[in-house]
């Protein structure tokens, strides 16, 4: 199995300050053919499913704001929230689907300094 | 709209049976995988397996093969996943979800299913 590290496992950033959460693979999860890094982000708000907020590692799925942005290739990877809000406060979750079983990292708590 | 609905929360005994349920509907069924995923009690997520309606083609993770079976009955659009025995250690939130294209994200999700295990 590919197994997804996030860190940190936790994150207080002050209202309007920037979030940054790693992502680091096992193995690259980038598909020569396609030249797509297949790694999503997801967003956990307490009592709600996830929900994707980046996918193929950079895109952003429709509707989320774009002080969401996903970079990096290969194995590692980075979810940026700049100018965090009240809203942002969930846990955020790198998962990779390059090769089945499609594995989550542990999870990112962000909350508010 | 994409929906998935799935069925009510369980409370079982250990050793019992149980089978949740996830209907699909807005799409056509046929045509996406639906994965599920488990979520224990504070903890974090768990692919569990993958099922493609049309054919069955079925995926699971290594630490779910066996443990559970993953089914689909296309007729009424509804995946299923089925615990032949339960233990204390199943009690988790069970999400459905389907994914955008291929085995791949996740974008659509389902409320989940509590499942509670008592041993």
């Known amino acids: 199995d590919i197994v997804m590290t996030q860190s940190p496992e936790s994150l207080a950033v002050s209202l309007g300050e920037r979030a940054t959460i790693n992502c680091r693979s096992s193995?690259?999860?980038?598909?020569?053919?396609?030249?797509?890094?297949?790694l999503a982000w997801y967003q956990q708000k307490p009592g709600q499913p996830p929900k994707v907020v980046i996918y193929?590692?950079?895109t952003r799925e429709s509707g989320v704001p774009d002080r969401f942005s996903g970079s990096g290739s290969e194995t590692d990877f980075t979810l940026t929230i700049t100018s965090l809000q009240a809203e942002d406060v969930a846990v955020y979750y790198c998962?990779?689907?390059?090769?089945?079983?499609?594995?989550f990292g542990r999870g990112t708590k962000v909350e508010i300094k | 709209e994409v929906q998935l609905v799935q069925s009510g929360a369980e409370v079982k005994n250990s050793g019992e049976s149980l089978k949740i349920s996830c209907k699909g509907s807005?799409?056509?069924?046929?045509?996406?995988?639906i994965g599920w995923v488990r979520q224990m009690p504070g903890k974090g997520l768990e692919w569990m397996g993958i099922?493609?309606?049309?054919?069955?083609?079925?995926r699971y993770s290594p630490s779910f093969q066996g443990q559970v079976t993953i089914s689909v009955d296309k007729s009424i659009s509804t995946t299923y996943v089925q615990w032949s025995t339960l233990k204390a250690s199943d009690t988790a939130m069970y999400y459905c979800?389907?994914?955008?294209?291929?085995?791949?994200?996740?974008?659509?999700w389902g409320q989940g299913t509590l499942v509670t295990v008592s041993s």
């Open positions: 979800a389907r994914p955008a294209s291929g085995p791949y994200y996740f974008d659509h």
């Open positions: 807005g799409y056509t069924f046929t045509s996406y995988w």
């Open positions: 099922i493609f309606p049309r054919d069955s083609d079925t």
């Open positions: 193995q690259s999860v980038l598909y020569s053919s396609d030249n797509r890094n297949y």
């Open positions: 193929w590692a950079s």
């Open positions: 998962q990779q689907y390059y090769a089945s079983p499609y594995t």
